[in-house]
């Protein structure tokens, strides 16, 4: 998990080969072009040019992701995202996410590949790649170089599928989330198999062997504080930790599924021409490789009437991933959570704003009645403030004040919404 950076903080970072990237050590140089054709092994993927490679110590990263925020995630487009992670609850209203998500991506990162200017570097903290643990020397190297294989994985990725506009970063945007999992799921596989010296999706058995190590994400965080970025990760708010860890530990699991299921070629094909389109199909993999099940649209309709002087401030989907968050907080209970946010067929919300009062509107449609009234009864232990009506298939979620008349309108209007095909 803290082996590679993220891919949204690859996105993120400056499109350059930057004052402050510095050429590897000459013994990591002369390694990089035998990793990377390991990389090529285990992916299936032919490198078509080279790789620049380089690194960059914390002060240089701090600044890099400092100067992204500000040039490719601005304030302006960053509060949104803020105003909705606060309106459902998801994160302390004393949070200020501008200063907090750079600092929290900072931490994790050992290596990134930049997709826009094609370049890898890796971060030098304490004068090591990856600093000392209490891993013997040769598994230190060989973690050292499990980081080059991941990043060298997506210099693979981008030279074949173009990753700069393959994913945009979006954590707001259910479907962006699936992709940069399949992103970060595919490399990670890689260079799980680079570790183990085989290919996994060959082992019988293997997805059942994985399941305890890919069931508990966050009890490894508690089992690891002294890896870089543990400790920083285990203390943000369950969101992150959900949304971050989603990416590598379901993203392996989900292209693992895919290798199983129809090798290679599948596993290109969600690359060009046919992406996992909800998070939902990445935690279910049978849900896009085998028994369909695409997300329904469901289009935000104009509420200008049913709330007059609002001002609407930001609409986005939340998907399975994030429900199965927001109602783990508010019941306590792990598995209920995923088994309510299971049978997700599509959702939409809302933030509005008027005097300093926020009210969100939220819009879910589900697989089945019995999955609607599953999600439901979980729904109603958000909380007070939280109004839940379903009709069917279809749950309207409000929350904020409304005079009861306005509600009934608002609900009117959202439940009238018809969704679009899947």
Known sequence: ????????????????????????????????????EEAEKYRGLEAKE??????????????????????????????????????????????????????????????????????????????????????????????????????????????????????????????????????????????????????????????????????DP???????????????????????????????????RFSLSARRKGGQELLDRAFTKDPPRSSEQILHPEKWHTKRDDPVVLPWPDLSRALPGWTKTTEAQLGELTIRTLLRGALKKEERAAQAAAGWGGDRFAVYEKDGQRLLAWLTEWDTDADAREFQGAAKGLGRGWAVQRTGRRVVVIRGTLRKPERAA????????????R
Request: glycine share 6%; net charge negative; hydrophobic share 50%.
């Open 410 to 421: 608002l609900q009117a209007e959202l439940a009238a919404v018809r969704a679009g095909n």
């Open 1 to 36: 998990m803290t082996t590679s950076l993220l891919f949204l903080c690859a996105l993120l970072l400056p499109p350059a080969l930057p004052a402050g990237v510095a050429p590897l050590p000459e013994a990591l140089e002369n390694r990089v072009e035998a990793l990377l």
């Open 218 to 252: 966050r009890g490894m965080l508690e089992s690891a504080p002294g890896v870089p970025g543990v400790a920083e990760l285990a203390s943000a708010p369950a969101w992150f930790q959900d949304t971050l860890l989603f990416s590598y530990f379901e993203g392996f």
């Open 50 to 215: 080279a790789v620049p490679s380089g690194t960059v110590d914390d002060s240089a990263l701090k600044r890099k992701m400092v100067e992204s925020f500000q040039t490719d995630l601005p304030p302006e487009k960053l509060r949104p995202v803020e105003v909705a992670l606060k309106a459902f609850g998801l994160v302390p209203e004393s949070l200020d996410l501008v200063k907090f998500f750079p600092d929290l991506l900072t931490s994790q990162v050992a290596g990134f590949y930049d997709p826009e200017r094609h370049y890898l570097a890796l971060v030098q903290r304490e004068g090591e790649i990856v600093p000392s643990t209490d891993l013997p020397a040769d598994q230190a190297k060989k973690a050292e170089e499990a980081v080059l294989v991941h990043e060298l994985t997506h210099a693979l990725q981008d030279q074949h599928f173009h990753l700069e506009t393959f994913a945009s970063g979006q954590p707001l945007d259910d479907a962006d989330v699936a992709r940069v999992a399949l992103i970060e799921g595919d490399a990670t596989l890689v260079m799980m198999d680079f570790f183990s010296g085989m290919s996994l999706a060959a082992l019988p058995g293997v997805e059942e062997m994985m399941g305890s190590f890919l069931d």
